[in-house]
C-alpha cells in the first residue's frame, strides 16, 4: 500500500459526459501528479500540483482539468469525454518521506467511455 | 527533447534465473533521475529502484540492481534469482530538473517468469 488514495477505483460513463476523479495524497507530501495511461499513449504525464498550486503542466487536453485544494487533496475533471479518453488514470504523490523524491503511485482509476 | 526507450516488448525468463530489462534515455541535461516501477497485472505501480546521474555507484536494492553506463546513456534493471511474482510489466522512467520533477516513462517491458 503506498498511502495514496484513488476514489472510485472504476468509472464507466458516455462520451459527451463529465466525471471527476479524487486523490488523496499520502500523509504530508505536497505533491500531487496525475499521469494517462492507454494502450496507444502509454504512461504520460499530464498535470502537477504542488501546496495548491499548479507546478507543471504535461499533455493534458484543455477539456480536462485539474485542482488542488487546502487539505492536499487533488481532483482530476474530464469533460466532453471521447472513447480515447478511456485509460487507466494515476496519481501519485511525492515529499516528505521520499530520499529521491520518488513517487508514489495510487491504484488508479479506470475510465470507460462508452 | 527528454525520451526513454525501451526496445524489449517481452522478456521470458525461467525461476531463479537473472534477467536484464533494457532501458536508454535520452537528455542534454546533467542532473536526472532514473528510475523503475514495476506494474503487475492488478494495474498498481511499484516503485522499485533509482539511480541519480551524479551517483558514482550502481544502485541496489534487494534482488533489484541497476547497470547505470553515463557514457551510453543506459540504465538497465538487472533481477536477480527470477521469482513468479516477478511477471509483471516493467517501466523505466527519468526525471529531468530542467523540466520539473515530472516523470517521462518508456513504454515498458513485460517479463513473464516461468517455472
Known amino acids: 500500500d503506498s498511502g495514496v488514495t484513488q476514489t472510485p477505483k472504476h468509472l464507466i460513463t458516455a462520451t459527451g459526459q463529465r466525471v471527476t476523479l479524487r486523490c488523496s495524497p499520502r500523509s504530508g507530501d505536497l505533491s500531487v501528479y496525475w499521469y494517462q495511461q492507454s494502450l496507444d499513449q502509454g504512461l504520460q504525464f499530464l498535470i502537477q500540483y504542488y501546496n495548491g498550486e499548479e507546478r507543471a503542466k504535461g499533455n493534458i487536453l484543455e477539456r480536462f482539468s485539474a485542482q488542488q485544494f487546502p487539505d492536499l487533496h487533488s481532483e482530476l475533471n474530464l469533460s466532453s469525454l471521447e472513447l480515447g479518453d478511456s485509460a487507466l488514470y494515476f496519481c501519485a504523490s511525492s515529499g516528505q518521506g521520499s530520499s529521491y523524491n520518488e513517487q508514489f503511485f495510487g491504484p488508479g482509476t479506470r475510465l470507460t467511455v462508452l | 527533447a527528454q525520451k526513454i526507450t525501451q526496445t524489449q516488448p517481452g522478456m521470458f525468463v525461467q525461476e531463479k534465473e537473472a534477467v536484464t530489462l533494457d532501458c536508454t534515455y535520452d537528455?542534454?541535461?546533467?542532473?536526472?533521475?532514473l528510475f523503475w516501477y514495476k506494474q503487475p497485472s492488478s494495474g498498481e505501480m511499484i516503485f522499485l529502484i533509482y539511480?541519480?546521474?551524479?551517483?558514482?555507484q550502481n544502485a541496489t536494492e534487494g534482488r533489484y540492481s541497476l547497470n547505470f553506463q553515463k557514457a551510453r546513456k543506459s540504465a538497465n534493471l538487472v533481477i536477480s534469482a527470477s521469482q513468479l511474482g516477478d511477471s509483471a510489466m516493467y517501466f523505466c522512467?527519468?526525471?529531468?530538473?530542467?523540466?520539473?520533477?515530472?516523470?517521462?516513462f518508456g513504454k515498458g517491458t513485460t517479463l513473464s517468469v516461468s517455472s
Open positions: 522512467a527519468m526525471r529531468v530538473r530542467q523540466a520539473g520533477t515530472a516523470l517521462i
Open positions: 537528455t542534454s541535461d546533467q542532473s536526472y533521475g
Open positions: 539511480q541519480g546521474s551524479y551517483d558514482e
